[in-house]
């Protein structure tokens, strides 16, 4: 019975080794040289050791979703570029994939004015 199991503690065991050593290695091998700049806030403007419960501007937030937003939104782009030429070289379908694509540019260019126009973008 436990013979079944063998495999799986060799994956588990392999995994390990693989996430771990790296990482050992990195801490033994790296350098440690702290200094100002590496402490120093980075991208959300927060301290790297301040208080936790401090009072933060979201914004940072609104504008970290929004790219993640529009980022995500043009993903859905590539697939469609990736078959362009099918869908140029197909009669019926011509017409029916420029359209399609022309309302999900417009779609993202009207959240994009809108978010524009809200001030979401603007960083006082």
Known sequence: MLENYLPILI????ALV????????????????????????????????????????????LIAIIFILFDLEVAFLFPWAAIFKEIVGTESVRLFGFVEML???AIL????????????LDWE
């Open 11 to 14: 994956f588990v065991i392999v």
């Open 18 to 61: 693989f996430g771990c050593v790296p990482i050992l290695i990195g801490r033994l091998v790296g350098p440690h040289r702290p200094d100002p700049e590496k402490l120093s806030a980075y991208e959300c403007g927060f301290g790297a050791f301040d208080d936790a419960r401090m009072k933060f501007d979201v914004r940072y937030y």
């Open 109 to 120: 260019v009207v959240g994009y004015l809108y978010a524009w126009a809200k001030g979401a």
């Open 103 to 105: 309302v999900f540019i």
